[in-house]
């Protein structure tokens, strides 16, 4: 399978494919509704407060969706277990066969994302 592979600003600034599908180029998305998540998924979101994508979920969580392989780097607290959470547990939920493998570089971060 091909890996999407790219790095990721902490700032809000993503997305949707264009026309010709690189996942980098179309229109704006401002919420996580536009990203192709569920309304259960959106609703916790939003019960937890989050209003807006970051940067790295509206770039993930659409491929993740669609079931392409994603490798992400971007800063600390910059929603990278939501970005590949997410698509994660609605593929799980709608019964979608899915695979997962989280990586993570010490213990300290392990234990976050576990």
């Keep these: 399978m091909d890996a999407v592979i790219f790095m990721a600003r902490l700032r809000v ?5 264009g026309a010709d599908g690189d996942p980098f180029a179309g229109e704006h998305v401002s919420s996580f509704d536009s990203l192709g998540l569920d309304a259960p998924f959106c609703d916790a979101v939003a019960l ?3 209003a807006r994508p970051t940067s790295v979920q509206e770039r993930a969580i659409p ?3 669609s079931g392409r392989d994603v490798i992400a780097a971007a800063p600390t607290g ?3 277990t939501a970005a590949f959470g997410l698509p994660l ?3 799980v939920a709608s019964g979608q066969a899915t695979g997962g493998l989280v990586l993570s570089p010490t213990r300290e971060l392990a234990a976050q994302v576990g």
């Design 89 to 91: 547990l609605q593929r």
């Design 13 to 17: 600034v993503g997305y949707r494919a």
């Design 48 to 50: 937890e407060g989050y």
């Design 63 to 65: 491929l993740l969706l």
């Design 78 to 80: 910059s929603g990278k």
